[in-house]
């Protein structure tokens, strides 16, 4: 009952701000089309259809909200007005009870809270839709005093979302058995992927696992800081972490004033960025201001400070190289090599004609070019690939979308800072670099080393073959192990021949790369 009537809520917002313009477009139905035509009669829809649409979204709660802000990262499905008018969402709820959050914090760790810290202020800093946040002190294990960010999951929040995700993935079955473009755009997928990504935030002790290892990758680097976690006082519903004091990168007037380099601030998020996509493949993937400050403390001044690691991405080696090359050949104008990617990675059918693809890209790319690298909105040259990818069949790749969120996010955070940004001339070091070491000698000595142990165990193996041959006597155990060995011999010649071969190989290939990187002027 209470589903249906969830349904019926969704229906009459869809109903009220004139969603059905937008939903039944597409619908190849024709008594779809009529009903769309029967539904608008006598309303007034003065308001662009993206702004309804944001709207609507935000009247139906903070999960819709969510999956709006996912949504307004899939330029491919959205039309640019729309696209742009849901990047406006913001994920803000009025704080629930502070009682409530004592209560859960005592039933996560059975103690009364004056046990649990030092001090606790009852008044929330932030709210959200999934959690809100208070101060406290603790005394850590060394027995210090220390203070703390304390995260608190929101009350029967699973319950809401398996409600509100089961409609979805309803919805999202109805638009791809119904809509021309269902199949390509994935909606079962893209719904699935938000569901993961809501559940990973409902688990608190996941979000510290994700600060921890950020940490970790981040220490050497020195432009960006992640708080402590005090995994002494995790907990499913409750997160503890170091307090950060910074001022939001939002407020670029108190920046500058404090004398923070504006320029390089925009610069030095750009190389976070890139840093932990290429080096690491391991990002923050909810990069929006809300969720970054900078630091006015002598020891760490004008370095970044991020917060709330609900949402992290990971790409595998594939993702990466097919990233750097796309990137590479796009800066170099080579768009027959960005077609050949497209078709080798499978985004798009194998019989692809690459002229044709190429020169969609072309088109599309091409003038952007005319204007200075520091004017080329990277963002905005994807919006329009993946607006032209629907003519061929370009599959969407789910695994990707967090990436593209994040680089909008940065180039846009990055512009507001600085207009003036060049988005290329720093991520290009970060690309060489990962693309020298994808072919040079560091990836044949890490390609050594990770086949090492299946080496090792093979070559202990011949002398004991050899000592079971000498010692058997049937003549048929005698042949098995005469061939086993002449096996083993082939495979070790094998291993030999190649990594001969393969440092050859790699010889001249770095001889010709210099050659042609000079040639190119690159």
Not at 298 to 309: A, M, N, V
Not at 367 to 390: C, H, K, N
Request: aromatic residues 10%; glycine residues 6%.
């Amino acid at each position: 009952m209470n589903r249906f009537f969830r349904a019926w809520t969704i229906l009459w917002v869809v109903l009220r701000y004139g969603l059905d313009e937008l939903v039944l477009s597409s619908f190849r139905h024709p008594w779809l089309h009529l009903l769309r035509r029967i539904l608008t009669i006598g309303r007034r829809l003065d308001a662009p259809r993206g702004q309804r649409l944001r709207q609507a979204l935000e009247e139906l709660g903070p999960i819709f909200v969510k999956f709006g802000q996912v949504l307004s990262t899939r330029s491919d499905l959205l039309p640019p007005d729309v696209a742009e008018e849901l990047a406006r969402l913001q994920d803000r709820v009025p704080p629930f009870d502070p009682q409530i959050a004592v209560d859960t914090i005592e039933k996560s760790f059975r103690k009364p809270i004056s046990e649990i810290f030092l001090s606790f202020e009852r008044q929330p800093v932030a709210s959200a839709s999934i959690a809100q946040v208070h101060f406290a002190t603790i005394r850590d294990r060394d027995g210090q005093e220390r203070e703390v960010a304390v995260k608190v999951l929101r009350p029967g929040m699973k319950r809401v979302i398996e409600k509100d995700l089961a409609l979805m993935h309803m919805m999202a079955g109805w638009v791809e058995r119904l809509s021309s473009d269902g199949k390509r755009l994935k909606p079962r997928e893209v719904v699935a992927e938000f569901d993961m990504y809501l559940n990973d935030e409902l688990d608190l002790v996941r979000e510290a696992s994700n600060a921890t290892q950020l940490r970790r990758n981040m220490q050497g680097l020195d432009l960006l800081l992640v708080p402590e976690v005090f995994w002494d006082f995790c907990h499913t519903d409750v997160m503890v972490m170091e307090r950060m004091h910074g001022v939001p990168i939002s407020q670029v007037d108190k920046l500058r004033e404090a004398g923070v380099d504006i320029p390089k601030l925009a610069r030095d998020g750009v190389t976070i960025f890139f840093t932990q996509v290429f080096r690491d493949g391991f990002f923050h993937a909810d990069m929006h201001p809300g969720n970054i400050m900078v630091s006015l403390a002598p020891e760490t001044f004008g370095r970044y400070i991020s917060l709330d690691f609900g949402i992290v991405g990971a790409l595998t080696e594939f993702d990466k190289e097919y990233l750097a090359q796309n990137f590479t050949a796009f800066f170099r104008r080579d768009y027959k090599r960005v077609a050949e990617l497209h078709i080798e990675s499978g985004w798009v059918p194998a019989n692809t004609r690459v002229e044709a693809l190429e020169a969609a890209i072309r088109s599309v790319c091409e003038p952007y070019f005319d204007r200075p690298l520091a004017e080329i909105s990277l963002g905005m040259v994807l919006m329009r690939l993946f607006q032209t990818s629907r003519r061929f069949q370009v599959e969407i790749q789910p695994q990707l979308v967090l990436l593209q969120k994040t680089l909008l996010n940065i180039e846009g955070l990055g512009r507001q800072l600085d207009p003036n940004l060049d988005l290329w001339s720093t991520a290009k070091p970060f690309l060489e670099k990962w693309m020298l070491e994808q072919m040079g000698p560091q990836r044949l000595w890490s390609e050594l080393k990770a086949q090492a142990p299946r080496y090792a165990k093979i070559l202990p193996d011949l002398p004991r073959l050899l000592h079971d041959y000498l010692q058997r006597k049937d003549q048929g155990q005698h042949t098995a192990i005469a061939q086993e060995l002449l096996r083993e011999q082939r495979r070790t010649n094998r291993l030999l021949q190649g990594i001969i071969y393969g440092f050859m190989g790699f010889l001249f290939g770095l001889l010709a790369m210099q050659v042609l990187l000079r040639w190119q002027g690159f």
